[in-house]
């Protein structure tokens, strides 16, 4: 049983570029979640989604995309990526009502 | 909005207690207590949810007082794996509570056991 699979587990980008950061869980949850870590800030939601084919926005959604085609996969899109979005991303899912188990994360740097 | 967590940083010595305190300006469902060590990823430790119910996890437990809108997380005895830092996560009264993939996390309390 692998948990929430976060790949790559670093990415080093250029201003500019787009990347996908991909997550996947093996347990059949219905939510699964992103978060982005800053040094002081805690966790942060990006976006979320409560079953495939359904997503929502978070707190901080502004300059990513994601989609969830399937209950296992639910991908974050960078579509421009810019120094500001340097950061700690962490997938989450979890049965409904549960709580959320998180992947080991994704340190993401842009230059 | 993020909920305040005080204190910011505590440091403990092995078999000292320790209070977090975690308090929101919005009305709360349920309240989620995680413990991250340094590069790792965040562990549940335990919810609270709407009607005071207070949890206990071995030594850790924790209380909501749902009036105040903040919880408490209680670490009696520490042991030196107590260490890191300690995260609250809230989930709004909205939508029949069913809001755990939504998660407001404060900003984090840095706990250090030292022998």
């Known amino acids: 049983n692998a948990g929430v699979t976060q790949t790559p587990k670093f990415q080093v980008l250029k201003t500019g570029q787009s990347m996908t950061l991909q997550c996947a869980q093996d347990?059949?949850?219905?939510?699964m979640s992103w978060y982005r870590q800053d040094p002081g800030m805690g966790l942060r939601l990006i976006h979320y989604s409560v079953g495939a084919g359904i997503t929502d926005q978070g707190e901080v959604p502004n300059g990513y995309n994601v989609s969830r085609s399937t209950t296992e996969d639910f991908p974050l899109r960078l579509l421009s990526a810019a120094p500001s979005q340097t950061s700690v991303y962490f997938c989450?899912?979890?049965?409904?009502?549960?709580?959320?188990?998180f992947g080991d994360g994704t340190r993401l740097s842009i230059l | 909005q993020q909920p305040v967590q005080s204190p910011q940083a505590v440091i403990l010595r092995e078999g000292e207690d320790a209070v977090i305190n975690c308090s929101s300006s919005k009305a709360l469902y349920s309240v989620h207590w995680y413990r991250q060590k340094h590069g790792e990823a965040p562990v549940f430790l335990m919810i609270l949810l709407k009607g005071g119910e207070q949890k206990g996890h071995e030594k850790i437990s924790a209380s909501f007082n749902e009036k105040k809108q903040q919880s408490s997380l209680y670490l009696t005895a520490s042991q030196l794996s107590y260490s890191g830092t300690y995260f609250c996560?809230?989930?709004?009264?909205?939508?029949?509570?069913?809001?755990?993939?939504?998660?407001?996390f404060g900003q984090g309390t840095i706990l250090t056991v030292h022998p």
């Open positions: 989450a899912s979890s049965p409904r009502n549960q709580p959320q188990h």
């Open positions: 347990m059949n949850h219905e939510y």
């Open positions: 996560g809230t989930g709004g009264a909205e939508a029949g509570g069913t809001s755990y993939g939504k998660l407001t």
